[in-house]
């Protein structure tokens, strides 16, 4: 994906940076990234997408929807292709929306939306539910290969606790997961069922958060899995993604796996000792 700074997406808009900045705070977009730094950068497409519709005449509170219905044609592609039964199709799809977003954002704006979708109008035992549902796994797996090892000091034991692959939990774990990832997390994902031993990885992966998520499974599932680590490494702070408040464990992240990380990053870091975070940098 191509990403653009501040004055680069100014130059091809024919605006000021400052207009450029008027326009995502009044209208939210182009909606940019922004570095460690605080520093804003735009991907090339919603910026190509604004720049046609103004072209085309339009004021920019006109070609503000304009530009946007157009990158939210890429859920509707996304969701064709899967009613064909096309994993080409479906790729093709999701490519595009890379194209004009992130990897994070093109999950949480094009990928589970569709899939909320089809699941919605299909139903959870539909064979176009099938279909949608192994091949977003797959793709989010694809994507999980590809991206760079975690490099910071951050780990998390991630049990997986939904119900298979028809779950609509599966994907939106996937999801978390390839977050964490990408943001230099160590991730340990495996099946909440699989408690005994959990001590020992545990004790080779060493996490600063255990997350439990999916809704399958009960209290004791989350106590064993705390009471393993903690046996092993000391106590951990657990948290629930994509289930419910237990008395066990307060502690729920956002559903959307982007909330969910930030969430479980500042969890980790309120748990750590700050001189344990000296001595890491």
Same mark, same amino acid.
């Given at each position: 994906?191509?990403?653009?700074?501040?004055?680069?997406?100014?130059?091809?808009?024919?605006?000021?940076?400052?207009?450029?900045?008027?326009?995502?705070?009044r209208?939210?977009?182009?909606?940019?990234?922004?570095?460690?730094?605080?520093h804003? $950068?735009?991907?090339?497409?919603?910026?190509v997408?604004?720049?046609? %519709?103004?072209?085309?005449?339009?004021?920019?509170? $006109?070609?503000? @929807?304009?530009?946007?219905?157009?990158?939210? +044609?890429?859920?509707?592609?996304?969701?064709? %292709?899967?009613?064909?039964?096309d994993?080409?199709? $479906?790729?093709?799809?999701?490519?595009?929306?890379l194209?004009?977003?992130?990897?994070?954002?093109?999950?949480?704006?094009?990928?589970? @939306?569709?899939?909320?979708?089809?699941?919605?109008?299909?139903g959870?035992?539909?064979?176009? #539910? %099938?279909?949608?549902? &192994?091949?977003?796994?797959?793709?989010?797996?694809? %994507?999980?290969?590809?991206?760079?090892?975690?490099?910071?000091p951050?780990s998390?034991l991630?049990?997986?606790?939904?119900?298979?692959?028809l =779950?609509?939990?599966a994907p939106?774990?996937? +999801?978390?997961?390839?977050?964490c990832?990408?943001?230099g997390?160590?991730?340990l994902?495996?099946?909440?069922?699989?408690?005994?031993g959990?001590? =020992?990885a545990?004790?080779?992966?060493? @996490?600063?958060?255990?997350?439990?998520?999916?809704?399958?499974g009960?209290?004791?599932?989350?106590? &064993?899995?705390? #009471?393993?680590?903690?046996?092993?490494v000391?106590?951990?702070?657990?948290?629930?993604?994509?289930?419910?408040?237990?008395?066990?464990?307060?502690?729920?992240?956002p559903?959307?796996?982007?909330?969910?990380?930030?969430?479980l990053l500042?969890?980790?870091?309120?748990?750590i000792?700050?001189r344990? &975070?000296?001595?890491?940098?």
């Open positions: 994906m191509r990403y653009l700074k501040t004055s680069e997406a100014a130059t091809i808009l024919e605006i000021s940076p400052n207009t450029l900045r008027a326009w995502e705070r209208f939210g977009f182009p909606k940019p990234q922004r570095s460690p730094g605080g804003r $950068s735009y991907t090339h497409g919603e910026v997408a604004l720049r046609e %519709a103004l072209r085309g005449g339009l004021s920019i509170s $006109s070609a503000v @929807p304009r530009a946007r219905a157009g990158v939210a +044609a890429d859920t509707d592609s996304l969701v064709r %292709a899967l009613l064909a039964y994993a080409v199709r $479906s790729d093709c799809a999701i490519e595009t929306a194209a004009l977003r992130s990897v994070e954002r093109s999950v949480e704006e094009v990928l589970l @939306p569709a899939l909320e979708l089809i699941v919605g109008r299909s959870a035992e539909s064979a176009a #539910w %099938a279909f949608s549902a &192994r091949w977003a796994v797959d793709w989010l797996r694809r %994507a999980r290969r590809l991206a760079q090892p975690g490099v910071s951050v998390i991630l049990g997986d606790a939904s119900r298979g692959e =779950d609509l939990d939106y774990i996937r +999801a978390l997961e390839l977050f990832v990408r943001a997390v160590r991730v994902r495996l099946s909440a069922q699989a408690v005994n959990i001590g =020992d545990a004790a080779v992966h060493r @996490p600063n958060l255990v997350v439990l998520a999916g809704s399958q009960n209290d004791d599932t989350v106590a &064993r899995w705390a #009471w393993g680590v903690g046996r092993s000391g106590p951990r702070p657990v948290a629930l993604y994509r289930r419910t408040t237990s008395r066990v464990c307060p502690a729920v992240l559903s959307a796996p982007g909330d969910a990380q930030l969430r500042e969890l980790v870091d309120a748990a000792p700050a344990v &975070r000296q001595l890491a940098l």
